[in-house]
């Protein structure tokens, strides 16, 4: 059973340039969260999809977009990068179901390290 | 949601029992505790999630006073294995709304 696997693994970018980043959840999950980790801090949310829709976002700029597809695998685009934007980025997968108590139990993936020069 | 507080760091040896506290001092009545896990370059790892009283796994104990303000997470005989970043998160169990709210974490170093 695969876990959450992201890719690339690492990646170099120019300020002003477009990336996008892809995230596959472990298999029976339905929700894709990302996060940005960056350097010393802990992770901070920057959205979540569920039925191919964004449901939640934290305070992260309209740069930051993404998609879910039907086979419940994710993308994050960053546009118009910025140094800042140079960090870790976690995809985490989880499966909703309104008959199960809450859980904020979260699968991570192994992240992609994200440089902007 | 619930602010948490939480050491920056902390040293042990193996085989001791560690204990790191969380406080959570504006709790709501329907937030989750929950504690998570994380080594270097890598995703965090869900370690154990409670409301109140106590709460055991094979990993972990997690110890939640009656009035909910803090928590302690207990980890028994710890290894060199355990050196990591430990996280604790307070969030509401109605909703939809499991996004994770992450604070600086406590480094654990364990020492032979």
């Known amino acids: 059973d695969a876990g959450v696997t992201q890719s690339p693994t690492h990646l170099i970018k120019t300020r002003g340039q477009q990336v996008t980043l892809r995230c596959s959840p472990k298999s029976g999950h339905d929700t894709v969260s990302w996060y940005q980790q960056a350097l010393g801090q802990g992770p901070q949310f920057i959205f979540q999809y569920y039925e191919e829709e964004e449901r939640q976002r934290g305070n992260f700029p309209d740069r930051f977009s993404g998609h879910q597809f039907p086979n419940y695998s994710s993308e994050l685009n960053v546009n118009a990068l910025l140094l800042g934007d140079s960090a870790l980025y976690l995809c985490a997968s989880s499966f909703r179901d309104s008959r199960l108590p809450i859980s904020y139990e979260q699968y991570f993936g192994p992240g992609t390290r994200l440089t902007v020069t | 949601l619930a602010k948490t507080t939480q050491p920056i760091s902390m040293d042990s040896y193996e085989g001791q029992e560690v204990n790191i506290t969380c406080s959570h001092n504006n709790i709501a009545t329907n937030d989750y505790i929950t504690w998570y896990q994380q080594f270097p370059s890598q995703g965090p790892r869900f370690i154990i999630q409670g409301y109140k009283t106590k709460v055991t796994n094979e990993v972990a104990s997690l110890f939640i006073p009656a009035d909910r303000k803090s928590s302690t997470l207990s980890l028994p005989r710890v290894s060199l294995s355990d050196t990591a970043v430990y996280y604790c998160?307070?969030?509401?169990?109605?909703?939809?709304?499991?996004?994770?709210?992450f604070g600086s974490g406590t480094q654990l170093t364990v020492l032979p």
């Open positions: 998160l307070v969030g509401p169990n109605s909703g939809s709304a499991r996004q994770l709210t």
